[in-house]
């Protein structure tokens, strides 16, 4: 491990802050609020065109033939293009290149991109679109992925096995069966969980523009400006040297903006070949295409546990719909299985995950990528353990509890753990213990535990490269300028990574300025994805800081006559630690740096240590530092309705050091809306033609204000020994184990297991009619519902 | 295309452009004035909110032709300050595309309370934020901040 990557969870100063842990405003909060923050949809250029897609309307057909000449024709229109312009084929993982920027050949999902215009407005390209022909060939559709896993007849992708398998992974840890056998008690049953999208209230919008020298420059609302820049320069077979792409102010992601997307490459490509700027912005039907969202899984579980609660074995199959693209579903695959492994620790562990490819939007990487659909199945089979075996739930989850500085079963490193403090703090402000098991029927309190990685060891190209990088530019005003690749999407990272570089430097938060996500002016960094950011970015920020402080600190220490370590930097100020009549402000202290040093500026970098498994697949799901959650969740159930409220939810999270908690909080509070929304309300699925069930805000039942719970965050800080001052991830894992937390709610309220997301009224009366029914007649009762 | 004629943020504009033209586009495109953001463009998600004559409205369903005559305010008008303040102090902007539309709509509700002479709650303030969608925050500092707002006397 290279010393640049770890610094330690305190300054070397000692352990106060006069930044970190504070409720600082985000540095780019006023332009959001008064509305001059510029997203990508508010670029507007001269002499700007406007670009549309055209869509198939077939789950899955060859195409015969395209004819855009009567689109062309259309005045107005400045230029159509089709797959032919774009053949070389791209994808996120670079093992699974299957997408085109527009169908070359055939289409595989009704909403894929088979055409795109540019056009002098919206109106004009929307109506060359209707003059574009397509000859189409329809094939056989696959909408349910057992199907797809039996049949290979026609196939969608030309895969190398000639099966309509997206991945496949078997990892076997332990004795397995041997451990079941031993068990007390074996729970085995059938999960599933539905597909969700993410839907950012911002829709995908790309910007692009050529200039007369060659260079081609993307605005583009992605969360990874870094994939982008590689993706296009491969799409469009021109030198990245000759692209800058830029990530504007970005409103929401989730996972949904990670992938290259057809917009990008087409706005770029219409860009080249008429010498205008091109302007696509997606509508929201075509965000829901876009889709990239939760897995819809098929779970199968089996957990043993010893009479005294101790987990002996789980033996897990999982089958994942993948939807018509490969997308992230490489590393879907692994998380499905290899993100389990926490916060518990059990001897022995099997699991055995399909993908397979269906005819539908292409599923990707949702808020807790992979690991929120198994972590429903276990913790709920978890539940139904404790029940049989007579323990608490709260009770069997400190029992298994992993500890920290361990390993688990499938041999990643855990260093920090604040698991059990978690479970501590929503016991306690729930008041579990008196009113689990004992409020009125129809109410009733559930909980849950997860874990979540702070980013992955496993860069999605493989090189030995740092995954982020930091460059400081010092102004002679006493300005500190942090150039970074990271994409801030919401979440704030910009402001954490301006927090980081003023508590290193003592500069007020407002001298720090940060340029982010623009591939010309910024260091690489791989991206908003796998909740990396903070983590990653914000080492290399303390690295690249602590540099350029070492150099002022020597200079102002140079200039007294006195020792380094007398000069503190702090307040705006360079103190003398043993003379309080002497200090200058930091502004002459950056002079007297730049006088002795040249013109100042440094650089920082982190990369992860050397991590994971040693087998096939080992690093994927390695993590530096991985952050824990517990969910109590209260439920109540209207058994006339059939409809569920969870009218709270206490959540306690472990992300290491809180660099700002106003922040932290908002990410809790984020992550307990969208998983207890998919739970109960929203849905992204296809009907029996393919067609998407409802693409627009109406019958995507996104909660309002009046339909979020009371969420009560807490905020848990194990400091991380190698997190930036020990800060770990917040963003995704305090969504996972709201669900099952929810869903054992529900069995305490009624008495009822929910194994089948969502939980809408109709199944919740079918399973309290089950319930009520005498045996032998289940099956009628359910008929009736 | 026929003119259009009417005040934004205090400032009487003419506008030329087709009756049924989207306000939203006029503001955003005709006017620069992008602060008003889109994200259905059919009015659901409440992040194109205006205020029309002191009226909140989704500006994506509103033809320019229906505002002759009438004061729009946008995000970048006046008498929004400690709205703004309040979301900026209560971490009510996480992503930031929602928020010009519920700080429109924080306002409009505030005007609406001491027009009536109710007393805002967070009860009150979650059926005015309702039509405003948030993809972010889970709601939870929104209402926090158009509370901190609200105590803040909600003055203009």
Redesign the interface.
């Known amino acids: 491990m290279a010393a640049r990557d770890i610094h330690g969870p305190a300054p070397p100063w000692g352990d106060e802050f006069q930044v970190i842990g504070k409720p600082h405003r985000k540095i780019d909060g006023l332009a959001k609020a008064t509305g001059h923050a510029i997203y990508a949809d508010d670029i507007q250029l001269a002499g700007m065109l406007h670009a549309k897609t055209l869509r198939s309307p077939h789950a899955h057909a060859l195409i015969r033939s395209i004819d855009t000449s009567q689109a062309e024709a259309l005045p107005g229109v400045h230029a159509a293009i089709t797959g032919k312009d774009m053949p070389v084929r791209y994808g996120v993982i670079p093992w699974t290149p299957d997408e085109n920027a527009l169908a070359v050949d055939k289409v595989r999902f009704i909403g894929d991109e088979v055409a795109a215009v540019a056009a002098i407005d919206e109106d004009t390209a929307n109506a060359a679109l209707e003059l574009i022909e397509v000859d189409y060939e329809p094939l056989h559709a696959y909408l349910d992925p057992v199907e797809a896993l039996e049949r290979s007849d026609p196939l969608i992708h030309d895969t190398k096995k000639q099966t309509n398998v997206s991945k496949h992974v078997h990892l076997d840890f332990g004795e397995v069966d041997a451990g079941l056998e031993a068990a007390d008690v074996v729970v085995e049953d059938d999960y599933s969980f539905h597909g969700s999208t993410h839907a950012p209230i911002e829709p995908h919008c790309a910007v692009a523009q050529f200039g007369a020298d060659g260079l081609l420059t993307l605005w583009s609302s992605t969360q990874i400006t870094h994939y982008v820049h590689r993706a296009l320069s491969s799409v469009l077979e021109y030198p990245a040297q000759k692209i800058r792409v830029v990530q504007p102010c970005l409103g929401g992601a989730f996972g949904g903006k990670s992938d290259p997307f057809s917009l990008e490459f087409c706005v770029a490509k219409l860009a080249m070949k008429t010498g205008r700027p091109v302007k696509m912005l997606w509508t929201r039907e075509e965000v829901f295409y876009a889709h990239r969202g939760r897995h819809p899984m098929r779970l199968h579980y089996k957990t043993g546990a010893r009479r005294d609660g101790r987990i002996t074995a789980i033996d897990a199959r999982i089958l994942i719909d993948g939807g018509s693209y490969s997308s992230f579903g490489l590393v879907t695959t692994y998380y499905a299985g290899q993100l389990l492994t926490g916060p518990y620790d059990f001897p022995a562990y099997r699991f055995d995950s399909t993908r397979v490819f269906t005819n539908k939007p292409p599923c990707g990487p949702k808020r807790g990528h992979g690991s929120v659909q198994p972590r429903f199945a276990f913790e709920v089979q978890l539940d139904e353990v404790a029940e049989k075996i007579g323990m608490d739930p709260i009770e069997i989850r400190r029992k298994n509890f992993q500890g920290s500085n361990t390993e688990t079963v499938n041999g990643q490193r855990v260093t920090s753990n604040g698991f059990d403090q978690c479970l501590d703090k929503v016991e306690t402000a729930s008041d579990w213990k008196t009113r689990r098991g004992k409020l009125p029927y129809g109410q009733g309190l559930g909980v849950a535990g997860s874990m979540y990685i702070s980013g992955t060891n496993y860069p999605v190209y493989p090189n030995k490269m740092p995954q982020a990088g930091i460059q400081l530019k010092v102004d002679r005003s006493g300005l500190v300028t942090v150039f970074t690749g990271g994409n801030d999407i919401g979440q704030g990272s910009n402001s954490v990574v301006a927090y980081l570089v003023a508590e290193e430097l003592g500069l007020a938060v407002e001298h720090v300025r940060v340029v982010a996500a623009d591939t010309d002016l910024c260091p690489v960094d791989l991206g908003a994805y796998s909740s990396r950011v903070t983590f990653m970015v914000g080492n290399a920020a303390i690295d690249a800081a602590r540099k350029l402080r070492a150099q002022v600190v020597e200079a102002v220490a140079a200039a007294w006559e006195v020792a380094p370590q007398r000069v503190r930097l702090i307040g705006g100020h360079a103190i003398d630690l043993e003379d309080a009549d002497r200090g200058i402000e930091l502004r002459e202290a950056f002079h007297l740096a730049e006088e002795k040093f040249d013109t100042l500026g440094s650089t920082g970098s982190y990369n992860t240590p050397t991590l994971g498994g040693d087998y096939r697949g080992g690093t994927i799901g390695a993590s530096p530092a991985y952050s824990f959650t517990a969910h109590v969740v209260e439920a109540h159930v209207d058994t006339e309705t059939g409809r569920i409220t969870a009218r709270k939810v206490w959540c306690a999270h472990d992300c290491g050091r809180a660099l700002n908690p106003m922040l932290v909080a908002g990410q809790i509070e984020g992550s307990v809306y969208m998983g207890i929304a998919e739970a109960l309300l929203e849905e992204h699925d296809v009907n029996r033609f393919g067609l998407h069930a409802g693409p627009s805000l109406l019958d995507y039942r996104m909660p309002l204000s009046i339909d979020t719970p009371e969420i009560e965050a807490f905020v848990v800080e194990s400091i991380d020994p190698e997190g930036p001052y020990g800060a770990k991830e917040a963003g995704e894992g305090p969504l996972h184990s709201s669900i099952p937390a929810l869903a054992n709610a529900i069995h305490d309220a009624v008495g009822i297991r929910l194994r089948e997301l969502p939980f809408t009224p109709g199944k919740v009366l079918r399973a309290l009619r089950e319930k009520q029914a005498p045996a032998g007649t289940e099956s009628r009762a359910a008929e009736r519902v | 295309m026929s003119e259009h004629e009417f005040e934004v943020n205090g400032v009487r504009r003419t506008v030329s452009a087709d009756p049924l033209r989207r306000l939203l586009d006029v503001l955003?495109?005709d006017l620069?004035?992008?602060?008003?953001?889109?994200?259905?463009?059919?009015g659901?998600?409440g992040?194109c909110t205006v205020m029309i004559d002191g009226e909140a409205v989704n500006s994506c369903l509103v033809p320019v032709c229906q505002v002759q005559g009438a004061r729009v305010t946008?995000?970048?008008g006046a008498g929004l300050e400690s709205v703004?303040e309040a979301?900026?102090?209560e971490?009510g902007?996480?992503?930031?595309?929602?928020?010009?539309g519920l700080?429109v709509m924080t306002r409009a509700w505030l005007d609406t309370c001491e027009r009536e002479g109710r007393v805002p709650d967070e009860a009150e303030?979650?059926?005015a934020?309702?039509?405003?969608?948030?993809?972010?925050?889970?709601?939870?500092?929104?209402?926090a901040s158009a509370l901190a707002a609200a105590a803040e006397g909600g003055e203009r």
Do not use: D, H, M, S
Request: charged residues 25%; contains cysteine.
């Open positions: 955003r495109e620069a004035l992008t602060g008003t953001k889109e994200g259905c463009g059919e659901e998600c992040a946008t995000v970048e703004q979301f900026l102090e971490g902007a996480q992503c930031g595309i929602c928020t010009p700080i303030a979650r059926r934020l309702a039509g405003n969608l948030c993809r972010c925050t889970g709601y939870g500092k929104v209402i």
